[in-house]
């Protein structure tokens, strides 16, 4: 049995029209790091209640923005792995350059792995001494998290800011 060449390519269309369709629709995966974000917040106001502090911190989105440039920095430059961005800009840059008016300090999680969790960042900040202090530190009451990940580390940075 033969079939005319219209059906054929209309039995094609019809067969593959829905596969390309969700082809087409279906987003890429990125994770989503909203919750490690919140979590890593809720242990720096943790760890500042612990030492007495009586003004809660903030979240505040121009940290946010400037945590998340030192992230993607630290993740795309394996050279990088401090404070010190591949540019040579210091935390009090990157938060001046998203107008944070006042102090600010850092620290920076990094695991060389796909991922990261709040233990394995509390681990490297509340046993580092500088880290600690800065987490713990009550006039630091804006503060700004963000965390990446890609196949070969994972970062977490938290900015803390003394508003002016």
């Not at 500088?130 to 990446?148: D, F, H, K, Y």
Request: proline letters at 6%.
């Amino acid at each position: 049995m033969t079939f005319p060449r219209t059906s054929l390519r209309c039995a094609f269309t019809l067969t593959l029209a829905p596969i390309l369709a969700l082809t087409v629709a279906t987003p890429a995966a990125q994770a989503d790091n909203s919750r490690l974000n919140k979590s890593v917040f809720a242990n720096i106001y943790t760890a500042q209640k612990q030492n007495g502090c009586t003004t809660d911190p903030k979240l505040d989105g121009r940290l946010v923005d400037a945590a998340r440039a030192h992230t993607l920095d630290v993740l795309n430059n394996p050279d990088t792995n401090g404070d010190i961005g591949s540019d040579g800009s210091s935390p009090q840059d990157r938060a001046n350059a998203t107008g944070f008016v006042g102090k600010v300090s850092e620290t920076v999680a990094i695991n060389p792995a796909i991922a990261i969790s709040g233990i394995e960042i509390l681990n490297q900040w509340w046993w580092d001494p500088p880290s600690r202090a800065t987490m713990q530190n009550c006039a630091n009451t804006a503060i700004g998290v963000w965390s990446e990940n890609s196949l070969a580390r994972s970062v977490v940075v938290a900015v803390y800011g003394q508003p002016a």
